[in-house]
């Protein structure tokens, strides 16, 4: 299994750096796809649609297997699942978020949305 995480670029998660970083991670790894790959952060600055899009056209390709998300509010991992829900994406099947015993935000934020 082969997961990779794509965000700290020049351009954040738009269609031009996804494009762009996914094409520089095959190259590296040798291989013609990734079993995951995954966001990491919520980008501030690039519509949720244009990710979103992006992220879908890698699966279609045959780049990308399945898609996942790190390091993003709960209200934002739902809006992007519901962007990818009401165009026909791909949606995210991974969550990796900061949980830890000092830390149980997300037992009331981002657990029940994944559920």
Same mark, same amino acid.
């Given at each position: 299994? #082969?997961? /990779?995480?794509?965000?700290?670029?020049?351009?954040?998660?738009?269609?031009?750096?996804?494009?762009?970083? #996914?094409?520089?991670?095959?190259?590296?790894?040798?291989?013609?796809?990734? &079993?995951?790959?995954?966001?990491?952060? /919520?980008?501030?600055?690039? *519509?949720?649609?244009?990710?979103?899009?992006?992220?879908?056209?890698?699966?279609?390709?045959?780049?990308?297997? +399945?898609?996942? +998300?790190?390091?993003?509010?709960?209200?934002? /991992?739902?809006?992007?699942? #519901? +962007? +990818?829900? &009401?165009?026909?994406?791909?949606? /995210?099947?991974?969550?990796?978020?900061?949980?830890?015993? *000092?830390?149980?935000? &997300?037992?009331? &934020?981002? #657990?029940?949305?994944?559920?």
């Amino acid at each position: 299994m #082969i997961a /990779f995480k794509v965000y700290f670029n020049e351009g954040g998660l738009s269609k031009k750096a996804i494009n762009r970083e #996914i094409e520089g991670t095959l190259n590296r790894l040798g291989t013609d796809y990734l &079993d995951l790959y995954i966001i990491h952060r /919520f980008d501030y600055n690039t *519509p949720v649609e244009e990710t979103m899009e992006a992220l879908d056209g890698l699966v279609k390709a045959g780049k990308v297997r +399945a898609l996942g +998300a790190s390091a993003m509010y709960g209200y934002q /991992f739902h809006n992007m699942q #519901i +962007a +990818a829900r &009401d165009n026909g994406w791909t949606a /995210f099947s991974a969550m990796e978020n900061h949980y830890n015993l *000092p830390n149980r935000e &997300d037992e009331r &934020d981002l #657990i029940p949305v994944c559920q």
